[in-house]
C-alpha cells in the first residue's frame, strides 16, 4: 500500500530513497526522483539543491536509526555506559552487521562517499556526538582535534565496513579492529578483550535488537512513525 504524503519534502526524501536502492545513488537523477514525485522537475529544487542533499539526510537517518537501536539496548540491558563499553560494541556490530546483510544500502552509502569529499563532510562532529552525547565519556578534546578524529573514525569505519560487507573479516573481526583504531585515537587503553568482544556479539539478540528494514525503518520512517523533521545539526535530539 503507497504511504500518502502531507509534506512534500518527506514525499521526496521517501521517493528518492526507494531510487537510491533500487537504481543506485549515481544512477539515480534529480528528473527521475522528481518524476517518482509526480512534482515538476523545477519544482524539486525549492525543496532540495542536488541530490547530495537528499542524500546527506538519509545519512543521518542512518546513523540516527543506529543510535536510537543503541539507546534501546543500553536501557533494556541497564547498562551505566560510563563504566560499560558493551554498548559501543552494540553499536559498531549494528552498523557492520547492516553493511553486510543491507547491500543496497551499503552500495547507496558507497557511491554517496565517493561523489564527494569525505574529509570536507565528516563535519557533523561525529566523533564527538557518538563519544560523548552517546558514551557520555568524560575528555577534553579542542575543536580541531574532535574535527580530525571525526575524520579518522568516519575514514576508519568506512575501511573496515567494506572488508566486512564484502566478505573478507566478520563482524567479530571488524569491530575489534576498529576497536583497536578508535581507542588509540582517544588515547585510551581498550577495557575489552578480543574474546568480550566476540562475546557480546555472539550472544547479542539480532530479533529484538536488529531485525529492522533500513529502507522503511529508517530512512522513510521513524521506525514507523513518521519523521517530524528533517533538521541534521543533532543526531541525538
Known amino acids: ?7 512534500t519534502k518527506e514525499l521526496i526524501i521517501a521517493e528518492a530513497a526507494k531510487l537510491f536502492y533500487e537504481n543506485g545513488y549515481a544512477k539515480a537523477t534529480m528528473r527521475q526522483i522528481a518524476a517518482a514525485c509526480k512534482v515538476s522537475h523545477p519544482a524539486i529544487f525549492k525543496h532540495f539543491k542536488n541530490k547530495a542533499q537528499i542524500a546527506e539526510t538519509l545519512v ?6 543506529i543510535v536510537t537501536m543503541t539507546r534501546r539496548y543500553i536501557e533494556a540491558r541497564h547498562i551505566d555506559v560510563e563504566k560499560n563499553h558493551e554498548a559501543f560494541v552494540f553499536y559498531w556490530a549494528a552498523h557492520f552487521h547492516y553493511s553486510k546483510y543491507d547491500p543496497l544500502y551499503y552500495r547507496f552509502s558507497r557511491e554517496f562517499n565517493a ?3 569525505i574529509y570536507k563532510t565528516a563535519e557533523n562532529d561525529y566523533f564527538q556526538q557518538v ?9 577534553e578534546k579542542t575543536n580541531e582535534e574532535h574535527r580530525l578524529y571525526s575524520r579518522l573514525l568516519y575514514s576508519a569505519a568506512g575501511i573496515i565496513s567494506f572488508s566486512c560487507a564484502q566478505g573478507e573479516i566478520s563482524i567479530e573481526k571488524a569491530v575489534t579492529e576498529l576497536f583497536y583504531i ?10 575489552l578483550s578480543d574474546e568480550q568482544i566476540a562475546g557480546i556479539i555472539n550472544t547479542l539478540d539480532h530479533d529484538r535488537y536488529l531485525a529492522r528494514d533500513l529502507l522503511g525503518d529508517v530512512l ?3 521506525f514507523g512513525k513518521p519523521y517530524q523533521k528533517t533538521d541534521t545539526t543533532n543526531l541525538f535530539a
Not at 1 to 7: C, E, K, N, S
Not at 60 to 65: A, L, N, Q
Not at 182 to 191: A, D, G, H, T
Open 131 to 139: 563519544f560523548r552525547e552517546l558514551m557520555h565519556w568524560k575528555y
Open 60 to 65: 543521518y537517518r542512518y546513523i540516527r536509526g
Open 220 to 222: 522513510i520512517t521513524d
Open 182 to 191: 578508535l581507542y588509540s585515537i582517544v588515547k585510551i587503553k581498550c577495557p
Open 1 to 7: 500500500m503507497r504511504q500518502t504524503y502531507t509534506d
Open 115 to 117: 561523489a564527494r569529499d
